[in-house]
């Protein structure tokens, strides 16, 4: 069993950045894959960024890729999201999640633990 605590949401003005942190429970943690999905209001929950067990894959949306970052430190069982740039379509709320197997994935069903979520709201 894994539990994920996100932390790090706010609000902040277009062209700023946040940076996001899940913290993970368990020894076991080194050895997942994490990802980071989004939802906003009335809209599905979409894929953001994911990160393979040893850190060497990352993946992200293209809505994201050049401006968010995603990486681990499995010592401090932590994975975190660097967002810069920004916009206000970006507002969601942000949720960190877990997979046992190591490798990269793109959809919500492939994880299995997730957090309570953090908000984010951009403001132009």
């Known amino acids: 069993q894994v539990l994920l605590v996100e932390s790090g949401g706010g609000l902040v003005q277009a062209g700023g950045s946040l940076r996001l942190s899940c913290a993970a429970s368990g020894r076991t943690f080194s050895t997942y894959a994490m990802g980071w999905f989004r939802q906003a209001p009335g809209k599905e929950r979409e894929f953001v960024a994911s990160i393979s067990w040893s850190a060497i894959v990352t993946r992200y949306a293209d809505s994201v890729k050049g401006r968010f970052t995603i990486s681990r430190d499995n010592a401090k069982n932590t994975v975190y999201l660097q967002m810069n740039s920004l916009k206000r379509e970006d507002t969601a709320v942000y949720y960190c999640?877990?997979?046992?197997?190591?490798?990269?994935?793109?959809?919500?069903?492939?994880?299995?633990?997730w957090g309570q979520g953090t908000q984010v709201t951009v403001s132009s």
């Open positions: 999640s877990g997979r046992p197997q190591g490798g990269v994935a793109e959809h919500s069903y492939e994880y299995d633990y």
